[in-house]
């Protein structure tokens, strides 16, 4: 809800700037319920009330960022932008394995073209996003052409010639645009430009993490392989090699998951009753899989939700993980829950990996 809030703040700012409409309507037009809430929060994240920055001219990207649990090292990173009525977000990631799209150009590519691999078959003829430091900025639209066509420019223009000159950042001149017009009810794109040079200091790092008490009203169908027709003894140092995409969780059987869900989210589903251990990814329906694949449905019901992020991959999963285990638990304990232990759920996003700062969830199923 506060993300929400400030991309509200942000077009009214460019809204204050370049309108002559009443603050009360701009108010109302930003999804705020009357002018002394509007008045209120943006005067928390600019610093002045409304009127004052319309009167002075003050420039619509913001110089009084809130904490989100991130830090703003950079002006204008992680917080809501508006330029031209364009709202959008720019973060910086740090991709680490390259991504290949089986389209002819690099200028656009939907995430449907997009191979579920790390690694490109040997007659691949598309085009591939190399590994490098980049930034990113999030848009949302109401379609894809809309976004590429009108967006996209005006975008590219302010962060090559406004905001990377204002932030020291030597960009690729050219963009690398990935739509995503699978989600529901929004079209979203990510432009991604290469970082060349970084002029000072550039670290974002902050830990972050969250325990909630979450309702989860579908079920996620989830399919993979299991510890147990694995091979492998039953062990912890099994349980790693499980994520090992050379080895276990080959990319013939990543690729041959049939109707995997985009943007593609993977689980390592801890079944602690049998015991047995799953490496899968999210499916919109279980169909008819391979039999050397394991099914499993995390039913819906009541969860509590651990979400954290480290400085790298490898420090989240070898010691991170298990300490947030024992603090969701702890905190289960504390507020009164409890745990379901048939099993848990481990979460990552899918470019978890290609990520600087990755993020990742916990669930565990609570007891009604």
């Not at 400030?6 to 077009?11: F, I, T, V």
């Not at 991130?70 to 991504?99: E, T």
């Not at 300490?323 to 829950?337: L, T």
């Amino acid at each position: 809800m506060e993300y929400v809030k400030l991309r509200r703040l942000a077009y009214a700012a460019d809204c204050l700037a370049q309108s002559e409409y009443k603050i009360l309507n701009i108010a109302l037009k930003a999804g705020f319920k009357n002018h002394e809430t509007f008045t209120r929060s943006f005067k928390e994240v600019y610093g002045v009330t409304p009127t004052v920055f319309r009167e002075q001219k003050l420039p619509a990207t913001p110089f009084k960022a809130p904490d989100l649990s991130a830090q703003y090292y950079l002006k204008d990173l992680n917080f809501p932008i508006a330029i031209n009525g364009i709202v959008f977000d720019i973060k910086h990631i740090k991709q680490q394995s390259p991504r290949h799209f089986t389209v002819p150009t690099p200028d656009y590519a939907a995430v449907e073209a997009e191979l579920d691999s790390i690694y490109a078959p040997d007659n691949f003829s598309g085009w591939s996003m190399p590994v490098g430091d980049y930034i990113v900025c999030c848009i949302e639209g109401e379609s894809a052409e809309q976004l590429t066509a009108d967006v996209s420019p005006i975008i590219k223009d302010y962060v090559l010639n406004n905001w990377a000159e204002k932030n020291k950042v030597d960009l690729d001149l050219k963009a690398m645009s990935v739509v995503y017009n699978n989600l529901p009810d929004i079209t979203y794109m990510e432009m991604h430009f290469k970082i060349n040079t970084i002029k000072g200091e550039f670290n974002m790092y902050k830990p972050k993490s969250e325990v909630q008490f979450i309702t989860l009203d579908h079920e996620i169908k989830v399919v993979g392989i299991n510890l147990q027709k694995s091979g492998m003894p039953i062990s912890m140092e099994s349980i790693g090699k499980m994520w090992d995409k050379k080895e276990v969780y080959k990319e013939e059987i990543q690729n041959n998951t049939k109707n995997t869900k985009r943007p593609i989210i993977e689980y390592g589903i801890c079944l602690n009753t049998v015991p047995d251990y799953v490496v899968g990814r999210e499916v919109t329906e279980f169909g008819e899989q391979d039999e050397r694949y394991f099914t499993f449905a995390i039913p819906p019901g009541k969860y509590i939700k651990t979400v954290f992020n480290a400085e790298s991959f490898e420090s989240m999963i070898s010691k991170l993980s298990g300490e947030y285990h024992e603090i969701s638990k702890n905190w289960a304990k504390e507020n009164g829950f409890i745990i379901d232990e048939t099993f848990n759920a481990e979460v990552y996003p899918h470019e978890t990996t290609m990520i600087q700062y990755p993020e990742m969830y916990l669930l565990f199923p609570v007891k009604a």
